[in-house]
């Protein structure tokens, strides 16, 4: 257990819908990152957040979304889904700002399948 | 601009043989270098990293790596491969200070009995 906890595991739903992931982060961590893992595309990075502010952005659609809360926890929000989407979505956490010293824990992911 | 290429999608080794994972980046400043692991339904686990000091890095499970800046690499190195070492292993790089990792597309290990 790496102490990154992702919700749910798995889901499936179809095209057009929208859906929430969501992240709790290693205690103490303050920073939170979302990562896509597709066989097309590989591990791309999303964005990030940290204590409760957007701090960098990746390869995200305008269809996602996230936010961190006042508990740290995070949640991507995935919407007007289509079938290139389905992968599995990772939430890392680390305790600082950048990857200097600690580098990453990932969570086990979320897998999203679009029907 | 930072990048990983990983040379070889699949690498077989025999189980005690050594094993030999490639990995050359592209960097505009001086970079930071991962080598995660990800077994199956499973996330990644950080092996080891490259930070500054010491080119050559130990991590966990008896891999390491060496940091050559003179030829962009990063290999990860393991002297004996092991049954339980089968699974994808993905090299990074992030810029120093930068917030998000660039991935390597993957190189899956298997080890043959």
């Known amino acids: 257990d790496s102490g990154v906890t992702q919700t749910p595991k798995h889901l499936i739903t179809a095209t057009g819908q929208r859906v929430t992931l969501r992240c709790s982060p290693r205690s103490g961590d303050l920073s939170v990152y979302w990562y896509q893992q597709s066989l097309d595309q590989g591990l791309q990075f999303l964005i990030q957040y940290y204590n409760g502010e957007e701090r960098a952005k990746g390869n995200i659609l305008e269809r996602f979304s996230a936010q961190q809360f006042p508990d740290l926890h995070s949640e991507l929000n995935l919407s007007s889904l289509e079938l290139g989407d389905s992968a599995l979505y990772f939430c890392?956490?680390?305790?600082?700002?950048?990857?200097?010293?600690?580098?990453?824990?990932f969570g086990s992911g979320t897998r999203l399948t679009v029907v | 601009a930072q990048s990983v290429t990983q040379l070889g999608s699949h690498v077989s080794v025999s189980e005690g043989a050594l094993v030999l994972l490639r990995c050359n980046y592209s960097s505009s400043v001086p970079p930071y270098l991962f080598w995660y692991v990800q077994y199956p339904n499973q996330g990644l686990q950080l092996l080891l990293k490259?930070?500054?000091?010491?080119?050559l890095v130990k991590g966990i499970n008896g891999f390491e790596a060496e940091f050559k800046k003179s030829e962009t690499s990063f290999h990860l190195t393991k002297p004996s491969a092991h049954m339980s070492d089968a699974a994808e292993y993905f090299c990074a790089v992030s810029a120093t200070g930068a917030n998000n990792l660039f991935f390597g597309t993957g190189t899956r290990l298997t080890v043959i009995p």
């Open positions: 890392a956490s680390a305790k600082y700002l950048g990857t200097d010293n600690y580098g990453y824990t």
């Open positions: 490259y930070t500054t000091g010491a080119t």
